[in-house]
């Protein structure tokens, strides 16, 4: 297998679930290389993602670090061995690495959960919307860089038109339906434009509107992918330097449980299709 000198954040956790599987295996990198009949570096190398792993080596890991998981262990696999080339890849050197990523995340992703407060999720936003935000950004980007995300965005996009969709379901807060990004012309073409995508049968759309009198301690946005398995499930989140994933068995439990809490809290999918069309009216 060859080096790398930017692992893609796929890349990246399956070198995170193969360290842990060898921790959780009690086996320290210099012992799990003499099993394997390797030196540590290249164990090193594995679990820093600079390398990759062929199947047969992933196999003979995860049998001596005694994980009995078939699935995990296949999915695994599956990440190992994938040499695809995805249509982000025309955007390498041009877009942030975090563009690519998550295009990446979602191509592999089994369902998505969105939560978002401000703004209209980005897989539901139309051209429009999507210019209007970025136009927003400071300090203010190239013309020509802001036409790259959004086109990116809409290229994202296609992957709810798929012939073989992955379920999605945004929660969606009323300020963020009431916000005029891009003018009033353009935020009457998104809510007709989420009515529009919430009627297909892999999409759901819950509003969460100001007057809920329980909802009051959950304010954190987020995206949520599902793995494989769900152990491979990814939070994705925008912080202050940038784009975050989150990986860890403890957090994608707590952000299960956020997104439960969201979702009972919101109204359901007839009510807020009822309640974007009574907002587009008003506009």
Same mark, same amino acid.
């Given at each position: 297998?060859?080096?790398?000198?930017?692992?893609?954040?796929?890349?990246?956790?399956?070198?995170?679930?193969?360290?842990?599987?060898?921790?959780?295996?009690?086996?320290?990198?210099?012992?799990?290389?003499?099993?394997?009949?390797?030196?540590?570096?290249?164990?090193?190398?594995?679990?820093?993602?600079?390398?990759?792993?062929?199947?047969?080596?992933?196999?003979?890991?995860?049998?001596?670090?005694?994980?009995?998981?078939?699935?995990?262990?296949?999915?695994?696999?599956?990440?190992?061995?994938?040499?695809?080339?995805?249509?982000?890849?025309?955007?390498?050197?041009?877009?942030?690495?975090?563009?690519?990523?998550?295009?990446?995340?979602?191509?592999?992703?089994?369902?998505?959960?969105?939560?978002?407060?401000?703004?209209?999720?980005?897989?539901?936003?139309?051209?429009?919307?999507? &210019?209007? =935000? #970025?136009? !927003?950004?400071?300090?203010?980007?190239?013309?020509? /860089?802001?036409?790259?995300?959004?086109? %990116? @965005?809409?290229?994202?996009?296609?992957?709810?038109?798929?012939?073989?969709?992955?379920?999605?379901?945004?929660?969606?807060?009323?300020?963020?339906?009431?916000?005029?990004?891009?003018?009033?012309?353009?935020?009457?073409?998104?809510?007709?434009?989420?009515?529009?995508?919430?009627?297909?049968?892999?999409?759901?759309?819950?509003?969460?509107?100001?007057?809920?009198?329980?909802?009051?301690?959950?304010?954190?946005?987020?995206?949520?992918?599902?793995?494989?398995?769900?152990?491979?499930?990814?939070?994705?989140?925008?912080?202050?330097?940038?784009?975050?994933?989150?990986?860890?068995?403890?957090?994608?439990?707590?952000? &299960?449980? =956020? #997104?439960? !809490?969201?979702?009972?809290?919101?109204?359901?999918? /007839?009510?807020?299709?009822?309640?974007? %069309? @009574?907002?587009?009216?008003?506009?």
């Amino acid at each position: 297998m060859g080096s790398r000198r930017e692992p893609t954040a796929r890349q990246l956790r399956l070198a995170v679930e193969l360290r842990r599987l060898r921790e959780a295996s009690g086996l320290s990198a210099r012992e799990a290389a003499a099993l394997l009949g390797v030196n540590s570096v290249q164990i090193s190398q594995i679990e820093a993602g600079t390398t990759g792993v062929s199947e047969q080596r992933l196999r003979r890991m995860a049998a001596h670090y005694a994980c009995t998981d078939g699935e995990l262990v296949d999915a695994l696999v599956a990440m190992a061995t994938d040499r695809g080339r995805g249509w982000w890849e025309e955007y390498r050197g041009l877009l942030p690495t975090s563009f690519l990523d998550l295009s990446e995340l979602e191509c592999h992703a089994t369902f998505r959960w969105d939560v978002d407060f401000l703004h209209v999720p980005g897989l539901l936003q139309t051209e429009g919307y999507a &210019r209007a =935000l #970025f136009s !927003r950004r400071i300090p203010e980007l190239p013309c020509e /860089e802001l036409e790259l995300r959004v086109r %990116h @965005r809409m290229q994202r996009r296609l992957g709810m038109e798929s012939t073989r969709p992955m379920p999605y379901e945004a929660l969606v807060h009323e300020a963020a339906l009431r916000i005029r990004v891009g003018g009033r012309a353009t935020l009457q073409d998104q809510l007709a434009n989420l009515l529009e995508l919430s009627e297909a049968e892999h999409v759901t759309v819950r509003v969460i509107p100001f007057d809920l009198e329980e909802f009051a301690d959950i304010t954190a946005a987020m995206a949520y992918a599902g793995g494989a398995v769900p152990r491979l499930d990814t939070v994705v989140r925008d912080g202050p330097d940038g784009t975050v994933f989150v990986d860890s068995e403890a957090q994608l439990g707590v952000f &299960r449980t =956020l #997104f439960r !809490r969201v979702k009972a809290a919101s109204l359901d999918p /007839e009510r807020s299709r009822d309640f974007i %069309h @009574r907002l587009t009216k008003e506009l």
